[in-house]
């Protein structure tokens, strides 16, 4: 609907799991983003990407860890997760790394058990 | 330090009342503001944004905002408020990459 997908919708995973997020944007952006969406925190950024290049890291725990192979695709790698990560992941691409619109896919929702 | 801040948590009105949903923001530069809105089990949407010219921007659903430097503000507006704006709302700089902390309109028929 917005050009912006993310796989999978839903993730369970328990603490000693590895997973991984997968955004995609169809929209011939070169900037994506992840961020983090809990009720403690409505909306907390992560990491930019700009042209593949990683322009913002905003104090994550390097259990998140992102990829950013080429400019349509994000991962967020995941590894050793604590309960407290459970959250919304949202992806969003935009023209350019920062003034432009983001335009959001519908997220992950993350449960770590 | 900068930031963007939307003082009211949730605002309630009546459907067809007016409503105003509120943002500050503190921010060097130009802040090129933005408002989001969110749906139950989505994604955010942009729903208009000011990056320079006329104060008063207009956009989609027949939301609008003005932009008022000397108050520090982006308030967004609608004249006759639906059951279906009932959603979560996001003020946004996009020059630092700065969101407020959200404001939940609720809508009552």
């Known amino acids: 609907e917005t050009g912006v997908t993310q796989t999978p919708r839903h993730l369970v995973m328990g603490m000693t799991n590895k997973k991984s997020l997968k955004c995609e944007q169809h929209?011939?952006?070169?900037?994506m983003y992840w961020y983090k969406q809990s009720a403690k925190k409505p909306l907390e950024l992560m990491f930019v990407y700009s042209l593949e290049e990683r322009v913002e890291n905003n104090s994550v725990p390097s259990r998140f860890s992102p990829e950013c192979p080429n400019s349509s695709h994000l991962f967020l790698h995941l590894h050793t997760l604590q309960p407290e990560d459970s959250a919304l992941y949202l992806c969003?691409?935009?023209?350019?790394?920062?003034?432009?619109?983001?335009?959001f896919g519908p997220g992950t929702r993350l449960t770590v058990l | 330090a900068q930031s963007v801040a939307q003082p009211e948590d949730q605002v309630n009105v009546a459907e067809g009342n007016p409503l105003t949903v509120k943002c500050t923001y503190s921010?060097?530069?130009?802040?090129?503001l933005f408002w989001y809105v969110q749906y139950p089990n989505r994604g955010l949407q942009f729903l208009l944004k000011?990056?320079?010219?006329?104060?008063l921007v207009k956009g989609s659903y027949g939301f609008e905002a003005e932009f008022n430097k000397s108050q520090t503000s982006f308030h967004l507006k609608k004249p006759s408020a639906l059951v279906s704006d009932s959603a979560l709302y996001f003020c946004?700089?996009?020059?630092?990459?700065?969101f407020g902390s959200g404001t939940r309109l609720l809508v009552r028929p």
């Open positions: 929209l011939g952006h070169n900037a």
């Open positions: 000011y990056i320079t010219g006329d104060n």
């Open positions: 921010v060097s530069g130009n802040p090129y």
């Open positions: 946004h700089s996009s020059y630092k990459l700065i």
């Open positions: 969003a691409s935009s023209q350019d790394f920062s003034g432009s619109t983001q335009y």
